[in-house]
């Protein structure tokens, strides 16, 4: 099986930086993505790490330590229109030998003034 | 392109009726996926197809739920009867293993249902 934690809430300041953390345990694991959810709307993609290290595209950055079955999704610059959940998701394998994307339960970051 | 396409937006029906969602993925996606998200459970698979083929349905819940990819460019997920626990958003979603990147999902705009 697999399980994914990532805190519930986060709150930070416009302007600042926040970083959002995933832990994993899968059994065979292949890539860690993120996605964005605004409420009311659809997942949306924004980033895929398969490898160690960090990933930069834009104001958003995604970290991956395979080693420690962990990764983080760093958000710089914060803006209102940041207010979003954020998902991490993880292709593990099932036990019946197919790899889906399995997601975690979310991050429900607040961008506050 | 327009998109991932899923119909109806809204559903609203009574507890033992039958309900039928539909999707249309992005051209050219070889891979479809059907979530279900709620508050308690979060983002769940149910079913993917590959080239129209299921692979694992073993996110499907019960028996009630079942789900068809006669086509490339069309899929069903129905649920006969419908419970009152049955009521979440439901996402489609498809991605291309050749074009891109399975891990990059292309999300519908998700079915709310409600049961009452």
């Known amino acids: 099986g697999q399980s994914l934690e990532q805190p519930s809430e986060v709150t930070a300041v416009e302007g600042a930086i926040v970083q959002i953390n995933c832990t994993y345990q899968t059994s065979g694991f292949y890539g860690l993505s993120w996605y964005q959810q605004h409420d009311g709307g659809a997942p949306t993609f924004l980033s895929y790490?398969?490898?160690?290290g960090l990933e930069e595209t834009g104001r958003f950055s995604s970290f991956l330590s395979r080693s420690d079955s962990y990764g983080y999704l760093l958000l710089q610059e914060l803006q209102m229109k940041d207010s979003a959940s954020y998902f991490c998701a993880v292709r593990a394998s099932l036990n019946s030998g197919n790899t889906p994307l399995v997601f975690g339960k979310g991050t429900r970051l607040s961008v506050i003034a | 392109d327009a998109g991932v396409i899923q119909s109806p937006r809204h559903e609203v029906t009574e507890m033992g009726q039958e309900v039928t969602l539909r999707c249309k993925p992005i051209?050219?996606?070889?891979?479809l996926f059907w979530y279900r998200q709620t508050m308690m459970r979060g983002l769940e698979l149910l079913i993917y197809f590959n080239n129209n083929v299921p692979i694992d349905d073993s996110g499907m819940p019960e028996d009630r739920f079942s789900a068809k990819m006669p086509n490339a460019s069309f899929s069903t997920l129905k649920i006969q009867p419908s419970e009152p626990r049955d009521s979440a958003v439901y996402f489609c979603?498809?991605?291309?293993?050749?074009?891109?990147?399975?891990?990059?999902?292309?999300f519908g705009p998700g079915t709310r249902l409600t049961v009452t």
């Open positions: 051209s050219g996606h070889d891979y």
């Open positions: 979603a498809s991605s291309s293993r050749t074009g891109g990147s399975f891990y990059e999902q292309y």
């Open positions: 790490n398969a490898l160690d």
